[in-house]
Structure formats: C-alpha cells, structure tokens
Nanobody, 115 residues
Framework: QVQLVESGGNLVQPGGSLRLSCTAS????????MGWVRQAPGKGLEWVAT?????????YYADFVKGRFTISRDNTRSTLYLQMNSLDPEDTALYYC???????WGQGTQVTVSS
C-alpha cells in the first residue's frame, strides 16, 4: 500500500533552516506529482509547494514561501524534500507530504520556529 513517511521536523530559531524529507513506498514514485501541505495550530490546511512527476521541471510555491523554500525530489531514492530557509515563527506547523495533489498523505512532521 502507499506509504509516505516524513522526517526532519524540529525546533529551530527564527532565521534558521531545516530540510524535511518524505520517503515513499508502495507505488512508482517517479510517476506521481508530489507536494507539501502544512497546518498551523488552530488554522486550516495550506498548500506549500508542488513538484511534477519525472520528465518535467514544473514546481509551484505558495506566495508565503517563495524565495525561502525549495521543493525537490530524488526519484532513485523515492524521496521528496523541502528545504526551508529564513524560517519565521509563522512557519510553525505540522508539515504533510502528499501524493497527487492530496490523494495520499503522510502522518506529518512538526516544525516549530521559536526563540
């Protein structure tokens, strides 16, 4: 079955960086669009970034992360990444890895930005 396992969340100071990873199994990773979605405490879901399946360089970023976050994938390792720089307390959230624009979800990894 489809499994998405996130890791890399942590407590980090404002201005710091983190790299999230999502290891996928149970499907042909390279053939699927992948993305990151987050949910801050007491708020709704926010789409963060998307990357197209292998064969195209298309990526999408929400305005609030443009220039700070980078989504990438390693199809040989079936792993999705989210490099997060210049983190702000507003980025505090549970970050989910998703397949196919929300068809499958991981369990999430917590990112907390605080001094």
């Amino acid at each position: 079955q489809v499994q998405l396992v996130e890791s890399g969340g942590n407590l980090v100071q404002p201005g710091g960086s983190l790299r999230l990873s999502c290891t996928a199994s149970g499907f042909t990773f390279s053939s699927h669009w992948m993305g990151w979605v987050r949910q801050a405490p007491g708020k709704g879901l926010e789409w963060v970034a998307t990357i197209a399946a292998a064969g195209t360089d298309y990526t999408y970023y929400a305005d609030f992360v443009k220039g700070r976050f980078t989504i990438s994938r390693d199809n040989t390792r079936s792993t999705l990444y989210l490099q997060m720089n210049s983190l702000d307390p507003e980025d505090t959230a549970l970050y989910y890895c998703v397949r196919d624009l929300g068809g499958s979800w991981g369990q999430g990894t917590q990112v907390t930005v605080s001094s």
